[in-house]
């Protein structure tokens, strides 16, 4: 059993819909790392938090720590967010090791 | 930019060879990783490195070794690829903070689909 769970496993919108994506993990974390996968490419880091909210452009992540639980949301959603979002738990060691959810297809449509 | 290289994007083996995967990073850092992603599993560890000729085993480690000589190379070698090897691998790197509360970024190379025939 994964450490880590992503809902939904795969997710359809349309243009302009919000969109929010789940992560929960079972342990106490040093930080939780959403990343984004695009069909054949490679992988690109978005976020990096370990408390709050952090927002780039149309997306935003939040963690609650205490419900060890954190979403990422993309606002007015665009066909190029179609891609595979994955989120890692970083635990509290100093190797840098990290559990890996098993990610979430987004496809949104035009 | 960091930038995380792999030596090649397609590779076909047949089983039985000995197989090596390159990874180069520019940014100096620290650790660096390797995973195998596929289908449904999602991102596994196969080994890590925190430095020059350290190592340590992820969560799959067999049928790999691992070589980190130099600290802005590392590479996965499979001593006798299998058709259970057949998969996407990717290599990361980041930072390694000695503050005990890990908060550094990983940054990935574009991967390399390795077929095992």
């Known amino acids: 059993k994964n450490e880590v769970e992503q809902s939904p496993q795969n997710l359809t919108a349309q243009e302009g819909e919000f969109i929010t994506i789940n992560c929960s993990y079972s342990?106490?974390?040093?930080?939780l790392h959403w990343l984004q996968q695009h069909p054949g490419g490679g992988i690109v880091s978005l976020f990096m938090?370990?408390?709050g909210k952090k927002k780039h452009g149309r997306l935003i992540a939040t963690i609650n720590i205490q419900e060890k639980h954190s979403s990422l949301h993309i606002t007015a959603s665009h066909p190029r967010d179609s891609a595979v979002y994955i989120c890692?738990?970083?635990?509290?060691?100093?190797?840098?090791?990290?559990?890996f959810g098993d990610g979430t297809t987004l496809t949104v449509k035009p | 930019d960091v930038k995380v290289t792999q030596s090649s994007r397609y590779l076909v083996k047949r089983t039985g060879e000995k197989v090596f995967l390159e990874c180069v990073q520019d940014?100096?850092?620290?650790?660096m990783f390797w995973y195998r992603q596929d289908p449904g599993l999602g991102l596994r560890l196969i080994y890590f490195?925190?430095?020059?000729?350290?190592?340590e085993k992820g969560d799959i480690p067999e049928g790999y070794s691992v070589s980190r000589e130099k600290k802005e190379r590392f590479s996965l070698i499979l001593e006798s690829a299998s058709t259970n090897q057949t998969s996407m691998y990717l290599c990361?790197?980041?930072?390694?903070?000695?503050?005990?509360?890990?908060?550094?970024?990983?940054?990935f190379g574009p991967g390399t689909r390795l077929t095992v025939l």
């Open positions: 938090l370990s408390s």
């Open positions: 990361a790197s980041s930072y390694y903070l000695t503050s005990g509360t890990s908060t550094d970024t990983q940054y």
């Open positions: 342990v106490g974390i040093s930080a």
């Open positions: 490195s925190y430095d020059v000729k350290m190592k």
């Open positions: 940014m100096d850092h620290e650790n």
């Open positions: 890692a738990a970083r635990y509290n060691t100093n190797a840098g090791k990290s559990t």
